[in-house]
């Protein structure tokens, strides 16, 4: 059987009953087939994922298919149709190399294509949603291939239509429009409009924005690095809450909030974890807590996967106690729980 933790960033994980690796559509889509009605898991890069130590009781599907395919007009930009197995920096390297411009704020995310639009990936200021057209799935419920549009992903914070209905859809391809241009858009995200020596809402080169982004995430330990056992990591654990008018009004006045369109109040999961009394470097048993970033839950060179959980949920504890707020996991667990 294969070690699932020689395909995870965090390098923890059991066997797999069945490990499958596919590189065409045809061959994911004859994979998923084959394993019937038996549980199901795809992975690409292995980045967004804890799995038991038990392992995974079904078929992992690996995919890698990468083709990419183009349309370009001087007039209405790039639209660029990506294989699920592409990994995700390596294709946004592409764009910008290319001359079109609006993914360089989602530089250095780890992941495959295929991931993208299911966990709504984001950073800097934007989502991914903001650029997909159209996501090409294989039903298992329906056994056979659907497409979504933009409206129909039901894009959300870190979520989408994909993630809510778990286990029914499998990334194929996915469309992106992209703008040909070599300036970013407004930056709005103060620590990078600091790094780029610009004010909130100036512009800058999209090439020097994915540099002093790439810098930037390297700081916190949000690039993998197999010699950093800092970075060894799923990227951010949690997702930042997303909490009542009325629950955000009890926090401190210097706890960062972001109004939303619903009313509710975004508010940063690190600040929480942090004045809940969770510090960079703290560890419990294997695992332990970024020295970067307290977002950032790592491998520090023999974790178990449970030992990154009870890391995990001693995080929870402290915020719950503390703030009355319950931290979700941003990370797939496959056969753990937390709270």
């Known amino acids: 059987m294969t070690d699932l933790s ?21 061959e994911i889509i004859a994979a998923i087939e084959a394993a019937g009605d038996s549980p199901i898991l795809i992975m690409g890069g292995g980045t967004n994922i ?26 209405s930009g790039a639209t660029l149709t990506i294989g699920a197995g592409e990994n995700w920096d390596a294709f946004v390297a592409t764009t910008i190399s290319r001359g079109f411009a609006g993914l360089e704020t989602l530089s250095g995310i780890p992941g495959t294509v ?15 949603s903001e650029f997909i057209t ?3 799935t294989y039903d298992r419920k ?6 979504f549009t933009n409206q129909e992903c039901e894009f959300s914070y870190r979520s989408s239509h994909f993630k809510t209905e778990p286990n029914r859809y499998v990334v194929l391809d996915v469309a992106f429009q ?5 300036v970013t858009t407004p930056i709005l995200y103060a620590d990078l409009a600091k790094s780029l020596g610009i004010e909130l809402g100036e512009k800058a080169p999209v090439v020097t924005t994915r540099e002093h982004i790439l810098k930037l995430r390297a700081s916190k330990g949000m690039l993998l690095n197999p010699d950093d056992h800092d970075s060894w990591s799923a990227g951010s654990f949690f997702t930042n809450p997303i909490i009542s008018a ?6 401190p006045v210097d706890a960062p909030r972001w109004p939303q369109a619903d009313g509710r109040v975004k508010t940063s999961a690190a600040w929480l974890m942090e004045h809940a009394g969770v510090h960079k470097g703290d560890s419990l048993l294997g695992a332990r807590i970024s020295t970067k970033h307290v977002l950032a839950l790592t491998n520090a060179g023999d974790a ?10 001693s995080a929870q504890r402290h915020v719950q106690e503390e703030f009355g707020i319950t931290l979700e996991p941003e990370v797939n667990l496959i056969g753990l729980e937390l709270l």
């Open 6 to 26: 020689k395909y995870t960033s965090l390098r923890v994980g059991g066997p797999a009953r069945k490990f499958v690796e596919v590189s065409t559509q045809d």
């Open 134 to 136: 159209r996501v090409r």
């Open 246 to 251: 009325e629950s955000a009004s009890k926090l």
């Open 114 to 128: 295929g991931a993208a639009p299911i966990q709504n990936i984001g950073a800097y200021g934007h989502e991914v």
């Open 304 to 313: 178990t996967a449970q030992d990154i959980v009870s890391l995990a949920k």
């Open 142 to 147: 329906e056994k056979k291939v659907r497409t």
């Open 178 to 182: 992209l703008r040909i241009g070599e």
């Open 50 to 75: 804890l799995v038991s130590d038990k392992g995974f009781e079904g078929t992992v599907i690996h995919i890698s298919n990468n083709h990419i395919e183009s349309e370009v007009d001087a007039c």
